[in-house]
Each structure stands twice: as structure tokens, then as C-alpha cells.
């Protein structure tokens, strides 16, 4: 019944944050200046690479995965207060390979994938050679509702040919992004649940086009950023379908839930790090002949702001720890819960630092705006909150309506 | 670094949920009844002395009191889930020897009285035969500042004489109120917190009068009630003086912590029952041809009500884990942001469920109205909301100027 | 297109706020204390009918009424700023016989009723001589959907017989009430809107029995009161039938528009009054060594609330004037919108003006705890917020769906 | 007392409705695609001058001017609901010569200049010839306070010479940009309203070094930005100062009241179109087996944002009506609430407006997360919020600091 951190745990958090004071931080800017040195922006900053290297040797890599063959092997509950730190900085997680949606896409396939599709893929993801992209979301339908999914994947003698059109495929302008795994239907006369299926597609099969990126509030993202991809009559050989056909609502639920839990944990570095400029800025600032710091409104806001993180960090430690006990199934109110409640806390204390930071707030000056940019896309990614705002309501009602059967009704 | 009870308390949260199910509900109306049935509602409803009764037999007594010697001796951490179950009901923690301002006062008497103070009125509040009351707030000043306090102890040879005005001063008028804890200044020209005492003074001691009752939202909060109480040249013995002279800042604050963190606690059961009746009602009341619980607005405050409850819990318990591990003082933040936002919390949740009520919301068909102006006060009681924020605030912010120190300064 | 109030508004105006500070504001105390000197507090305090007759001396008398038969005869437009001022005091409105129920039941008389019942009824309530109580929300059902109304009204003869339970009968227990307006079923069988109708019940017809009153968060509400109100085979004469059976959702419907602005006028004065309050307590009190009115925080709120405030005045004679213009019908949207946000601005502002106030603002030393329950019932009051939204939402998704047959649908 | 348009608003209001769906909403997409195809984003779309060209010939053109020697010549408050419709489109407000910061420009030179700076500068201003920037705000120092600029204008014989770093200094960039107005310090020992100057420095003057654009959530505002610009030695003839030395605040005082207004006209605007596409979206999309507009939260946010844009837009009418009337100074209350409140009142509504759309939402494909960005930006131009807070409140205490003296003072 107690909340702190065991030593592993300890002594990795240490470690991370030495490694972000001394490579991150400073780097930030390197990677923003060689971004716009290059020809296009879609090359990859060669620091990116020295760091990835230099986080690998101090073991600080693949800190997401579970299992303890690729890394140290962490619990949600272990890997929380580390992702939160990642967080902290957006070029931060990639260094370490604990980035989206390469991390959901090693998790699906060690999961789910077949002993030659791990061999080829997942390996070099794992090395940090390649990466991957996540093909879900469609532009024509409400794609929450994973049931509206129109993309089609048809049999073809030994190969599946694929139809559709996608978008907010994240990832997929970066030279290294190698793999896709694209959920479409394979049956639409299926049940509601058995009618999708997951299949792999190499980057650069015949028939898949990238059209240009959706930029985010003014931000393109690069080198990774948000695409539209159309498929053409894609094939590929029936050895790349991903556990069978019709499995693919049941692996998309099964990468989910780890998925949401990652956000939020960055959400909170992000927030936190929003908060520590604020407060620095307050102190340094002077206006109307006082510190803004002493400004009563100002004070207000720093207040609110600790109480909200730690809430918010709290909720998402307690889901981290049901995940880890009683599995993401049970979990999946508390993993909802977290899901709408962190986005919108961290959107709040951001906010407030860049009003705190005037015109360096809105611009690039501090990574402010950015940040409250990267947060806002994150109410809409993995689920609106109105779908997880339901999720809560329905299971809180259905636990009640078991309580009420004991209440007496009161009459008047 | 998991939230789970232990066994200890697990088996006493199920013991108290038993009695409150069994004698604590079904009894709320019952003390209604009675207290309207005396000649005055100053009378104590006799139902009230035999739950005492039967809680002490089954060892629910005293359960907020650290040491084993009247109790079982929990921590605060171990004490936050039971507490919370007696907040569901504004009858229950009296029942449970567990109400306010007895349980503040019974530990001050352990933890600074002399002896002879504690045999004759520490006994007899821990066996639960006589109630007592706080005497500091002043109506003429702010007292959230306590150095503000205005009235007076004057020694007299072998007494002190008191004289000043006070208000709010709760249970006064419960007939088993047999003493009183005082505040006052005994060397208004001593260091600023140095100036203040405290001081036993028996209900019934010549000049000491008590004035009409204060309402607290149309609510008279019999028997106990909170009233005006003016001393015109009281005189008690010098033995009666606790810890000595210029002690009473340093023993309000240690008295001021636990009694924040108890009312939290209450708040969330309070919270936690609100949604309960909230649910219930919504999924009963139809409404234009569909079930409250069906409209998406009352869903959406379902999700929001659960989220904010356990939100607030986990930053209480939080708080209360600090207090056992690093004492009072150190976690005087931690204290600050759950008197912030607890009682603000139950007061959404609350007022939610007045909302889907309706007209018996806002009457008392339903407890909802009662317990929303009991939340109400407690954004005031031990101190308001802006107090606790600039706490919160000025920690922080010294927290944050040393990070601040190994911050760059970013320059246009 | 400017915003100024006529001569003939601001005279009568000037006038009113002279009469409020000479004679309203110095007798509310006497008022409460009058309450208080009675047997029961269910009499009528002598004050009243003393104010009663200076108003009527002083041509403030029947404001409310459009007709100049009565009074003055003002539109929406001009009653607005003259409700507002009355709204600065609980005890105002009955001065200037332009309380509810008697302004609605009023209005309904004199434009539904029949020759003889306007003589019986309508007559004396214009001279203040006696009032009457409105009978339609059911404890049963929610009556804020009016096809949910149980209580039954059959033909038996040359009279009809009325058995039903009621509710929340605001000044039934005023012993001045004579006459009741009840709404019930005449023929559950008919098109849904033609089931119901109105009924004039004097008091003290057998059969009607009031019972125990409600109160609203502690405050009785003396000497009018809520209460429940049941009928028992109550028989009245077929000529108390106002306008003819099947009509009485029509009489409602034109009674509530004009019932639900008085509100939202009043409910503006009430705040205007608060802030008042807040700003003399905030540059009267001292804490931590400034003045409250100096602190940022409240500072806020002072801004905050002067904003909120005039927004919702803007809001509420836009809508008077779209009454005035194009009736109430056409005005629904607007009544709906200041229906919704009125109260709850005002619950905002009364409620931050309570937290200045500390102790004194939860109890009944100033005006603001009773201000703020009677402020809330308004939530509820005339159809909860949820109904008012809906209206809302349903209106201005019917108009921009005319607006959206021109714009173009943007595909990806 | 009422809100109509008079005619001749009217007339103008609905011939530029008529332009808005003829010329400017198809051409949204012709513009921005002009903007990319240019060597740089910094060249004018050919576009925008041709719909210059349509305007002026349309007689919709420099409305914002209160002379009718170059327009139709209207008070603020005929202004306002034109500006509204102009504000629903980023791209319009230049079509009809009525964007900052030339607006405030031309109105600054009208009444300020000298006839020969009007000849050479107004002029062409006035007929759309060139563009021009306003030269205030400084990177180095909370420029929300004039005070506290930094920038020196040092006269040396028949020449002023300038010093200095300025920052967001908008349409800068823009190739049409001939001449900007900067304010400086000639003074820094006079009286602290008397140290500030403005002086004509034409865009070329060597010495004047324009940085790179500030972008602003990712957005560069391209062919105008907004840049970092830097004064080393900026000689130029004493006949470009205006008014004369120490001037420059009581210039700066009169610019600002139109300018806020202004953008808050076009906030309403901009509004007012994304709850049009909200709701277009919410009726054409289905979700989880309903439409989005069935959907209980989305109806409240639709209901809520016509509530909130309605009150805002009267408080701007009442704003511009007290401007025409009392003129800007006695207005700057009322000026202050505006610009508090009109800002986050369309960052609210865009924000739902985007939340709805989806991914379409936070990218390119509606206009959403621009105009979100731009909203945002000005809750920090003209001053940050907290500053016409404070001045909201400053006001309003004075004012009931009068009232107060008749007030009683209430003791316990």
C-alpha cells in the first residue's frame, strides 16, 4: 500500500535522467538545425543515429518491452516513471527505441507474429535498424468505431491483394520506415469482430502510394510525419497475414491498451516540463514592476498545475499497476480513465506555460507550442476521448447497477 | 510501489462497510426523527449512544488515533479507506468515536497535555461519554492567518482570565460538551508565534456565554450546531494552560494536518455515495422516452465523477503516506493539494447528483443537499482554498528555483 | 441598435432603486425577525403588507403585467431592468406584487380565463389581496417532460373530480394562498399534447391535503414554503375549468416564457448584489498582510464576474426583445439560452462572493448562503438545464442545417 | 433599448455575405495553393490582389474607417457585424483594406500625421497599394508594459538615429511592405508616459535587418510572418517623427481600443464558421451506430457554443455602442472584458469544432487548426489577458468602492 519506486526502477530513472541532461537537452536544437540543413526535411538528422548508439550502450534500450531477451524487462508499474521522463523531450523516446508506433508494432509482433515474420522484421526493429508504420485509421469513416474499416484484403491463390485508402500514417515519409501492418477487412460478411485481419506490406511494394503529409497544427512532423496512403491492387504472399484472417480486431485490441498507457506516461513529462519552464520564466520575468511569479493568478496556475500531474501520474500508476495484475481486459476503465484525463490535463498546464511565455510561447522559441501541439493530437489518436469518456460511463454504470440492487428506493 | 490495502485494513473496511450497511443506513432517518421529536433540536437522539455502543463492542473505536492503546492503531494510510467509509454518511464517524473536532482534539490532549489534563478529559472523550469543542476562529479577523487572533489570556496569579469573541465554534451546543480547547494570545508582544496559548476551559465555567447558532446553509446541524461564544473575564486554573505559555501556534499546527487529511477523506466517501444515489436515479427516471442513464451528458458526468473520485483518492492517500513516512511537515504540501482539490471534488460529484435528482436534490428526500453544504464548508473549515493554493505555490516554486539553477536561459 | 433603457424605464427605475435602499434593504432583517417572533414561521410578517401598500402608493405595483390596466404596462424589454433591481432582495419581488407564482398564475388569468373566474381570481390577486399557488410537477415522474403528468381530472357531472399527488408547491402554506392552477389529465387517451388541462381549486376544498413542507438545502422558504400537496377526490364545479379541456399544455407552454426570464432578470440582480458584497468584504478585510481585494485570485473573480454578469444581461434583454418582437414562440431558442446561463452564472458569482465571506458567507450574517440555494433550485425551477440545452442544441442544428445545404463537403 | 442593424449595416452586411460566397471562400484554396507554388512562400498570390480589385470596385473597402472621405465612413457599432462576417475567413479581412496591422496603421496616421506623411504614406495605404508594419513589441522585456521598451531614437542634427531589437513584428516579410511605424525611447529620463516616441522608418533603410520569421504553432503566416527585426543605426530625416518627441504613448493608447475590438469582431467570425462546420460535420458523420449530432455531448457543445458566441457578441456591440458614445477612454472596461473574453471564447468553440472533425480537425484539411492558432495568439497581441484582467478589475473596485460608502457594514 505504499507508491514508491523499487531500486530497479530507482536506478534506471537515475540513469535516464543523467542521459537526458547530457545528450537530449542539448541536442534538441542540433536535431532541429540539421532537420533544416538537409536537401528536404524527410532525412533522418544523422544525431539521431549517434544517440541511438549511445543509449544502447549504456543498456537504456528497449525499456518498453516486457519481456527481458531485448531489454531489462520492466512491468507497466516499473516502465511508467521512466517513460514519463522520455516524455519530457519529443526526440527523446526514439533514442531510446521506445518510440510510437514502432513500439506498439514490436509488441503486436512478438506477440502475435509467426517465427519467420518475427525473424524478419521485428529483429530489426528491435536493433533499431528499421522502422514500422501502423495502418489503421481511414479518412472516410469514424474509424474509433473499428468496425467501419473499408479497406479490403482479398485472397488471391497465394496472395492477399489490398484496397483502400488510409491516413495519419505515422511514420511512413521516414527513409528508415521499412514495414507496414495494415488492418482491412477480409470478410465483411463476418461477424462484427471476425471480419478484419492484420497483414504485413514492405514499404515499397508496387501499388502503395504515399501522397503528401497531413501536417499537425502547422507541423510537419519530419523526418516521421503523418501521410496519406492510398493501395492499389498491393500484393503480397499469404505468408505475411498476421495470425489468421479475422484475427485482426482481437490483435488490435491486444496492442491497444499498452499503446494509451505510453502516451499518458509521456503526457506527464511533458507537462512536467512545461511546468519547470513556467516556473523559471515566472522567476526570471518582471512586469507591472513585480516578478511574475508573485502575480496571484500566476501562483494560481503553478498550484493547480502540481496538483493536476500528480493526479494525473497517480491514475496512471494505479493503471499501470491493474494492467500488471489483473491484465488490460479488467484494466480497460482504468486504461480509458487515464486515456481522457491525461491529454487534457497536460493540454491545460502547457497552455499555461506558453501564456506565461508570451510570443516565445506561441512560436519556436520554446518547445512549448509544440508540445501543446503534439498533446492536443492526442485526444483524437487511439480513440477520441467522447469513445473512452462511454467506456468509463458504461462499466461505472454496470458496477452500480450491481451495488443498487441492495439500495433501498426512496419514495416521497 | 502498489496501492493495494493491506490485510489489516482490508479486514476492518469489510467489517465497517457491515455495520454501516446494517446499522448506520437504515438508521440515517431514524436520528432524523428523533431530533425532530425533542422538545428542542439540541437534544441528543438516543439512537446516536446505542451505535456507539455497538460499534465499541465490535472494536470500530477510535480507529483514528496512531497509537494502540485506545484502538487499533493505524497509520493514516491504513486509516483513509475506513474513513472514507464513514464519510458516506454524515451520522456514522460519531458513531465510530471518529468525529470531528473530538478526534483533533483527543490527539492534541495525547500528544501535548500534561498528565493530569489527560486523566480528566482525554478518558473520558476516548470512552466516548462526553464530546468537546475548538475554540480559535474569531469573527472580527481573518483567522486563516492566526496571528490575526485577537483574544486575550492574561495571567492572574494562579488563573489566566480570557476574554474575547469567537465563532464557528462547533458541538457547543451538544449537551454532552463538557470542555473546551481555546486560543489565545497570551504575550501579543512576543515573536509572531510565540504570542499565542491554548488553554482548557470547562463548558459552564462562569462567562462564558453562548450566543445563537450559525446556520450553515439553512442547515442548524443539530445537536451539535456551531455557534458565537463570547468570554467576558473567564477564569480557570493555571494547570489548565497546555504545554505552556506561547506554545499554541507550534500545537495548532500539529493539530492541523491530520484533521485536513480526515476531512479528505470523508469527502471522498461523501463523493462516492453521491455518485452511487446519482446512478441509481439514472438508470430509474425515464425522460422523454429514454432512461436518464441513456442521455450522454449525465454518461459524461458518470466518467468524469469516477475519474475525479479516484483521482482525488489516490492524491489522499498519496498525502497520507507521506505524512507516516515523512512526517507532517515535510509533506505540508502534499497536505495543501488534497484540502485544495478534495473538497472541491466532492462538491462536483455532489451537485451532479442534486442535478439528476431535481426537486428532491435540492430538498432532503435525498441526503445530496445536506452533504453539499457540509462539502461546501470545508472549503473553508482549517483554513480556504486560497490558503492551501499559495502553499502549494510557494513550495513549488522553491522546489522549482533549485531545478532551475541547471536550466539554460533561452535568448531571441 | 444601441443599448440604453427609454426614459420611461429609467425613470421608473431611478424610482425603484430609491425605494430599495429607503425601504427594502433596512427591513430585511425586520423581516427575518418577524419570522422568527410568530407562533410558527408559517405567518405572514407584518413588515410585508406595510411595503405592500408604499409600492402600490408609489405606482410600483403590477410591473410585470404588458397590459396598463394594472400597472404601468411594460414590455419585456422594459420590465428587465426593473426585475433586475427588485432581484437585489429575497423579499422584493411580493413588494411590488410581482412575485412567482401570482406574476405567472396573473398572466395565465388574464389571458385564459373566463369572465367570471378573472373577477374571482384575478381581481384580488392584481390588489395583492390574496395569492395563489401554481399545481403541476409530480414527485412520480419527471416533470420536466409535461406528458408525464399523472394526476387524473374527471367529469362527474356538473363537476370534476381531481385525484393526484403533487409536489414542490411553492406558497401553498402561505396563509394568504386561495386559490390553487392545477395541471392534469382530462383525457390520457387524447393526442399527447391534448391530454392535459388547467383547473382552478380554491384552498380548503375538501380533499386537498397539504403536507409536511420541503425544504431547500435547510431554508424553509416561510412563510410560503414547498410542499407536497395531495388530492383526494377534490370536487370543483365544471365552470373552474379554465379555457376548455385539452388545452391546458397550451396554457403552460404561454405561461412558462414569460415565468423563466423573470427568473433570469432576478437572478442577475441577485449577482449583481453578490459581487457588490464580495467587492466592499475583499477592500474591508486584511490577510497575510494585504488586503483581499489586493490578492490576484480575487481579483480574478472580480473581473471574471463583472464580465459574466453583463454578458448575461446582454443576453437576457436580447431575448426580452425578441419577445417583444417576435414572440415568444419564435423566441425559445433565446429564452432556453438565458434559461441555461443565468443561473449557473450566478451560482458562480454568489458562490466566489460565499469563499470571501468565509464563515459568515455559509451562514445566514449576509444574504449570500440563502441567495446562492435559491439560485440553485433555479437550475431546476421550470425545466432542469439538461431540457433547456436540448432545446438549444435541437434549434440551432435545425437552423445551420439550412445554412450547410450550401457549403461544399470537403473530401481527403 | 434594442439590437437591430440599422439600414445602411444592413445593406453593407449582406452585399458582403453575397462577396464572402461568391469570391472569398472558393478562393481559400486557390490562395493557399498559389502560396506553394512560388519559389518561396514570400510572394504575394496573384489571387488576392484580384480580389482587392473586386472589392474596392464593390465599394467594400477601408470600412474599419470612421471618416467617409475613403469608405462608407462607420461608427463601431455599424462596423462590427461586417468585420464578423470578414473574420470567418483569414484570408478576407485584406480583400476589403481591413487588416492589421495596416487598419491601426491608417487610423494612426489619420489622426496623427503630419500632412506629408499622410500624402506619402496614407495615401497609397489607403488605396491598397502598399503594407506596413507596426514596430512595438521587444523580445527582452514584458512589452505588455510600454514602459519598459528598450528601443533608442537619438536625434543627431537633422537625423534620428535608431537602436534596437523588436520582435513579432507581422507582415514584415510581405514584399508590399513599404513603411514601418516603431515606437522607441527619445527620452528615458522624462516622466515615465513621456519617455516613447513613434517615428516612420521606410522598409529598405539601411541598418534594418529583418531575421528570420517567428512561427506560431507551426503556422508562418506566410506571404506576411511575423519576424525578429533588428535597428542598428537607423538614420532617419527628423520629419518622419510623429506628433513629436514623447508622444509615442498617447499615440500608442489611441491605436489600441480599435484594434482590440477589431479583433474581437473577427474572433465572433471565426467562431461563428466553426460551429457551422461542426455542426455540418456532426449531421453528416456516423459514429458507433448514430449520427455525431444525436450524440448527447455534442449537442451540449453545440448548445453551449451559441450560448457563449451570442453573449459575446453582445458584449462587443456594447463595447463598440459605449466607444461611439463615451469614447474609447471612459470605454476601456469595457474594452478590457472583450479582449478578455471574445478570445477564449473561440478557442473554445474551435477547439470543439476540431475535436469533432477528428483528424481533419488538428491537420490541413479544414480550416480549423489555423484559425485555432491564430485565436490563441491573441489571447497574448494587444496584451495578454492577464493584463485586461487587471484592468477590468482595477476599474470595477473603483466603481463599487463608490457604491460602497452607502453600504452598511454587517457585524457579528
Known amino acids: ?93 526514439e533514442v531510446f ?90 470478410n465483411p460478411n463476418a461477424d462484427r469482430h471476425k471480419q478484419q485481419s492484420m497483414i504485413l506490406i514492405p514499404v515499397g511494394t508496387p501499388g502503395v502510394e504515399v501522397k503528401d503529409y497531413l ?27 498476421i495470425l489468421g484472417e479475422g484475427r485482426g480486431f482481437e490483435i488490435a485490441q491486444g496492442r491497444l491498451g499498452p499503446g494509451r498507457i505510453h502516451h499518458c506516461m509521456r503526457l506527464i513529462g511533458m507537462a512536467e516540463r512545461s511546468l519547470e519552464l513556467l516556473c523559471k520564466r515566472a522567476n526570471e520575468r518582471v512586469a507591472f514592476g513585480k516578478k511574475v511569479s508573485e502575480q496571484g493568478v500566476i501562483r494560481n496556475w503553478i498550484a493547480e498545475s502540481r496538483i493536476e500531474i500528480d493526479q494525473a501520474r497517480l491514475l496512471t500508476l494505479n493503471a499501470a499497476h491493474m494492467m500488471d495484475t489483473v491484465g488490460n481486459k479488467i484494466a480497460r476503465k482504468e486504461i480509458a480513465m487515464i ?20 510570443g516565445g510561447g506561441v512560436s519556436d522559441v520554446f518547445p512549448l507550442a509544440r508540445l501543446w501541439a503534439h498533446a492536443r493530437h492526442l485526444r483524437l489518436a487511439d480513440g477520441p476521448d467522447e469513445v473512452h469518456v462511454e467506456t468509463v460511463a458504461k462499466l461505472e454504470l454496470r458496477r452500480q447497477a450491481e451495488i443498487a440492487k441492495d439500495l433501498p428506493t426512496v419514495t416521497v
Chains 1, 2, 3, 4 share one sequence.
Open 97 to 186: 527505441n521506445c518510440s510510437a508506433p514502432d513500439t506498439g508494432n514490436m509488441e503486436l509482433l512478438e506477440q502475435y507474429a509467426s517465427h519467420e515474420q518475427k525473424k524478419k522484421w521485428l529483429k530489426p526493429l528491435l536493433e533499431g535498424e528499421i522502422r514500422s508504420a501502423y495502418v489503421m485509421t481511414e479518412p472516410d469513416v469514424a474509424s474509433s468505431d473499428a468496425t467501419n474499416i473499408q479497406t479490403s484484403i482479398v485472397r488471391d491463390g497465394d496472395e492477399y491483394v489490398i484496397n483502400g485508402r488510409k491516413w495519419w500514417i505515422s511514420g511512413i515519409k521516414d527513409p528508415r520506415c521499412k514495414i507496414m501492418i495494415l488492418m482491412g477487412k477480409t
Open 339 to 358: 486515456k481522457v484525463i491525461v491529454p487534457n490535463m497536460a493540454l491545460k498546464v502547457i497552455d499555461r506555460a506558453v501564456q506565461v511565455h508570451g
Open 215 to 241: 501536417p499537425m497544427y502547422g507541423y510537419d512532423d519530419a523526418p516521421s510525419g503523418h501521410a496519406v496512403v492510398e493501395f492499389n491492387n498491393v500484393r503480397v504472399p499469404v505468408s505475411n497475414m
Open 1 to 93: 500500500m505504499t507508491f514508491e519506486m523499487n531500486e530497479k526502477t530507482k536506478a534506471l530513472r537515475a540513469q535516464l535522467i543523467d542521459f537526458m541532461d547530457e545528450y537530449i537537452y542539448p541536442n534538441e536544437s542540433v536535431y532541429e538545425k540539421q532537420l533544416n540543413e538537409g536537401d528536404t526535411r524527410w532525412e533522418v538528422p544523422p544525431i539521431i543515429e549517434e544517440l541511438k548508439e549511445k543509449a544502447k550502450q549504456a543498456g537504456l534500450w528497449n525499456l518498453f518491452l516486457q519481456s527481458d531477451e531485448h531489454g531489462p524487462g520492466l512491468s507497466n508499474l516499473e516502465y511508467a516513471p521512466l517513460k514519463e521522463i522520455m516524455g519530457r523531450s519529443l526526440i527523446a523516446p
